[in-house]
């Protein structure tokens, strides 16, 4: 076989070319919706894309929570234009303007428990987090990460992931411990790496994957026991 010839080794023509997606069962989500709503914060830094798929689903009802606060770290951070497009209220603190992460850290509890919030939801927040915010919601701080963990951790996942040629990469929901990327897994969806992708291309599709499992994880988590160290 001439191996120079260019073929098309993958099925581009089904709808979903080998992704496994999670599905929370409908016992799950009875069970969660039997429940008091979830109150979310938010921890944004980017362009908030993963904050806007949960604050759609819960428009649609088809999440049981409330966004209560939408922390960003960036004055220039997209994800602020997002808040105000859905009416979620929103506040800067930016991690400049502070002294150590512990001090950011702390103004975040703060403006939390303010709020009375339960749940935080860190959507593409670039700041490594002290034990000042995991110790204030035990159990109870989220983080999504665009690779399939413990496989690529860091800033860089996704250029890893193609570095490593591996031919499936994906998302990953955990809770938040001190080490970074780390913590016990809730939800993880599997995403093709093709041969011609970009860091662009791999990102996009995984972010489709990552809309997806982010509201059902924090749904999960309020099925789940806290897990205790
Ligand atoms: C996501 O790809 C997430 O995995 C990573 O940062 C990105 C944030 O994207 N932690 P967005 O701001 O939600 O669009």
Redesign the pocket.
Known sequence: MDSGAMIEVFDRTIDNPGFITPVLSPQAWQQHFAQPAMSLGIL??????????IAQRIAEGRLNASIRLMIYNNPDA??AERADRWQIPKRLLNHREFESREALDQAIVSAFQEQNIEWVV?????RIVTNGLIDAFPGRVL????SLLPSFKGAH?IEQAIAAQVRVTG?TVHRVSLEVDSGPILLQAAVPLLPDDTPDTL?RR??TQ?HQIYPQAIALASLLPIPTE
Do not use: D, V
């Open positions: 944004a830094s980017g362009s908030g894309s993963n904050f806007e798929a997209k994800a860190m959507a593409g927040w670039m983080n999504i990460h665009p996942a998302c990102h995984i972010q990552e």
